[in-house]
């Protein structure tokens, strides 16, 4: 009697366990569907390109203006330093600004503090539109080794200044 109460109870607790499974594997539970469904493509999300870090404490010497090249051996100039001041030359005067590179490789330059040298009429027109062009930047990209502002003024490229 003993080994048939037992044998049944051994029974009970067996078909007990295997309606438990049964309904456990019937039954969807927290994140049960989605690990049912392999065959759904997870999400990845898109893949941002890679944001250009502007070029700080490096001298950059202007090339040219609008495809216009800058003539003379006093060529425009300037440096943004790691504090955000841009400091340079305009062709004729000095000048200095307060620069920062934005996202998205965006450029806003504050208003510039210019020393008031006399210039030749051609060498001061050629500043006041490379400094036009300059305070009013919006955009940049480094195209090969040459940095390119875009600004409303027009487009204005640099060499890298040894």
Same mark, same amino acid.
């Given at each position: 009697?003993?080994?048939?109460?037992?044998?049944?109870?051994?029974?009970?607790?067996?078909?007990?366990?295997?309606?438990?499974?049964?309904?456990?594997?019937?039954?969807?539970?927290?994140?049960?569907?989605?690990?049912?469904?392999?065959?759904?493509?997870?999400?990845?999300?898109?893949?941002?390109?890679?944001?250009?870090?502007?070029?700080?404490? $490096?001298?950059?010497? !202007? /090339?040219?203006?609008?495809?216009?090249? %800058?003539?003379? #051996?006093? =060529?425009? *100039?300037?440096?943004? +330093?790691?504090?955000?001041?841009?400091?340079?030359?305009?062709?004729?005067?000095?000048?200095?600004?307060?620069?920062?590179?934005?996202?998205?490789?965006?450029?806003?330059?504050?208003?510039?503090?210019?020393?008031?040298? $006399?210039?030749?009429? !051609? /060498?001061?027109?050629?500043?006041?539109? %490379?400094?036009? #062009?300059? =305070?009013? *930047?919006?955009?940049? +990209?480094?195209?090969?080794?040459?940095?390119?502002?875009?600004?409303?003024?027009?487009?204005?490229?640099?060499?890298?200044?040894?």
């Amino acid at each position: 009697m003993k080994a048939m109460r037992v044998a049944l109870a051994v029974g009970a607790v067996a078909l007990l366990a295997s309606a438990t499974q049964a309904s456990a594997q019937n039954m969807l539970g927290y994140g049960q569907k989605n690990r049912d469904k392999a065959s759904q493509p997870q999400y990845i999300p898109p893949v941002k390109a890679q944001e250009k870090v502007f070029p700080l404490d $490096s001298t950059w010497t !202007a /090339v040219s203006l609008n495809g216009k090249p %800058f003539a003379g #051996a006093e =060529r425009p *100039s300037f440096i943004i +330093d790691k504090q955000y001041r841009a400091r340079g030359f305009g062709g004729c005067n000095t000048f200095a600004a307060t620069a920062f590179p934005l996202k998205e490789q965006h450029l806003a330059v504050g208003p510039l503090a210019l020393t008031k040298r $006399s210039c030749d009429k !051609a /060498v001061g027109a050629s500043e006041m539109q %490379f400094l036009t #062009a300059l =305070r009013t *930047s919006g955009q940049w +990209d480094l195209v090969g080794s040459q940095l390119v502002i875009k600004s409303q003024a027009g487009e204005l490229r640099f060499d890298r200044a040894l």
